[in-house]
């Protein structure tokens, strides 16, 4: 009797492998801060562009705090930081939850997909600035056409993600579970949503960073807080350093999301990769 030997491919583990990963993910951005930084040392361009280290530090004087009783946040946190994080929020979690129940309808339905292609499609062409106006007339001037704006602009990459994640479970699952009588709600917790939540989790990444853009587009207008109105304000009164600093709030803010947003993704499929390399 002979005896296949299935071999692997040597693992590599050490500091070399991980230092030389962090070394190619700062490049980038390091090479970015130094154009900055030239940019900002020009005679012409200098005075507008604030040098990173300035915008660095009247990022964490305006944001940040010494006091401990505001657990070490500024007055613009609480003022203009919060409040916006907290519409995009919002935004984004109607739009996931509007996004999710109609892609499972849709993709669950064909007939449905059908009708309401044509309008779905037209939606998606709208483009969320130009509808700022729009959103004001219908909904006033608070928080609630900013967050509207937001849930709509935001929408489509939770849906179409979910219908197709909804089209790859298969039909022949779903047959099954008729079949069996299994009740429509079993089958939505425990087959469709399950089967479609990959694709749902793509969805809203792309929607988590889209929500930011829109987020600053509808504070521009008719705010009395924000990020957006905080840039406008810098941009109005010259105040270019708190402009670039604002920039850089934004830029850590996105980046704070999507790092929660990955933990969370990895806990919520975890069963998903284990079923995977099972299958592999």
């Given at each position: 009797?002979?005896?296949?030997?299935?071999?692997?491919?040597?693992?590599?583990?050490?500091?070399?492998?991980?230092?030389?990963?962090?070394?190619?993910?700062?490049?980038?951005?390091?090479?970015?801060?130094?154009?900055?930084?030239?940019?900002?040392?020009?005679?012409?361009?200098?005075?507008?562009?604030?040098?990173?280290?300035?915008?660095?530090?009247?990022?964490?004087?305006?944001?940040?705090?010494?006091?401990?009783?505001?657990?070490?946040?500024?007055?613009?946190?609480?003022?203009h930081l919060i409040p916006s994080l907290a519409r995009a929020m919002a935004?984004?979690?109607?739009?996931?939850?509007?996004?999710?129940?109609?892609?499972?309808?849709?993709?669950?339905?064909?007939?449905?997909?059908?009708?309401?292609?044509?309008?779905?499609?037209?939606?998606?062409?709208?483009?969320?600035?130009?509808?700022?106006?729009?959103?004001?007339?219908?909904?006033g001037t608070g928080d609630s056409p900013k967050i509207f704006l937001i849930?709509?602009?935001?929408?489509?990459?939770?849906?179409?993600?979910?219908?197709?994640?909804?089209?790859?479970?298969?039909?022949?699952?779903?047959?099954a579970a008729a079949v069996f009588k299994i009740r429509p709600l079993d089958?939505?917790?425990?087959?469709?949503?399950?089967?479609?939540?990959?694709?749902?989790?793509?969805?809203?990444?792309?929607?988590?960073?889209?929500?930011?853009?829109?987020?600053?587009?509808?504070?521009?207008?008719?705010?009395?807080?924000?990020?957006?109105?905080?840039?406008?304000?810098?941009?109005?009164?010259?105040?270019?350093?708190?402009?670039?600093?604002?920039?850089?709030?934004?830029?850590?803010?996105?980046?704070?999301?999507?790092?929660?947003?990955?933990?969370?993704?990895?806990?919520?499929?975890?069963?998903?990769?284990?079923?995977?390399?099972?299958?592999?």
């Open positions: 009797m002979t005896t296949a030997v299935k071999s692997r491919a040597p693992r590599t583990h050490g500091p070399g492998i991980t230092g030389e990963r962090i070394f190619l993910r700062l490049v980038v951005p390091a090479v970015l801060v130094g154009i900055w930084w030239a940019l900002s040392a020009g005679p012409g361009t200098g005075l507008f562009i604030a040098s990173p280290w300035a915008a660095l530090v009247r990022a964490g004087e305006e944001f940040l705090s010494p006091d401990i009783s505001s657990l070490f946040l500024g007055e613009a946190t609480f003022q935004g984004l979690a109607l739009a996931t939850a509007a996004g999710v129940a109609a892609g499972i309808a849709l993709g669950s339905v064909p007939v449905l997909a059908s009708l309401f292609q044509p309008l779905i499609h037209l939606g998606r062409s709208l483009p969320s600035p130009a509808l700022l106006g729009v959103f004001f007339l219908l909904f849930a709509f602009g935001v929408v489509w990459p939770i849906l179409f993600n979910t219908i197709d994640g909804v089209n790859s479970i298969g039909h022949q699952r779903l047959q089958v939505l917790f425990n087959v469709i949503l399950p089967g479609a939540s990959p694709k749902i989790f793509a969805g809203v990444r792309t929607s988590l960073s889209l929500s930011l853009i829109i987020m600053i587009i509808s504070e521009l207008q008719k705010s009395k807080n924000g990020l957006g109105y905080l840039l406008v304000t810098t941009q109005r009164t010259f105040d270019y350093t708190n402009f670039w600093a604002i920039l850089i709030v934004l830029g850590l803010l996105g980046v704070a999301l999507n790092v929660l947003f990955h933990i969370v993704e990895r806990r919520a499929l975890s069963w998903h990769r284990g079923a995977t390399q099972q299958h592999d």
